[in-house]
């Protein structure tokens, strides 16, 4: 399984990625990103875009995660928070960015 992550500066990277992680812990991994709660939605930091044509194949963010959003930065129609994406076969090969800073 693979994520591909267009990061803030516009480089391209693919991850490799294992079934039943989160994004946020394969990132997190990689060292792209902190995750500072480690998934219990207390923070933002694990805030991406996913890209238009994932949107679908995702589940439906939970009120948790909606809140949570609303104190990210740079927040667009496609974010989410990756920890409460988690991978498999559905979302194999991903697409997401790591939004800009403001």
Known sequence: MQINVTLADGSTRTIAAQEGLSVM????NAGILDGECNGSLACATCHVWVDESW?????????GEEDM?????????????????IMGPGND???????HPL
């Open 55 to 63: 949107l679908d194949k995702l589940e439906t963010p939970l009120e």
């Open 69 to 85: 959003l609303d104190v990210a930065f740079n927040i667009a129609p496609t974010s989410r928070l990756c920890c409460q994406i």
């Open 25 to 28: 812990e394969v990132l997190r």
């Open 93 to 99: 090969g991903i697409r997401i960015s790591m939004p």
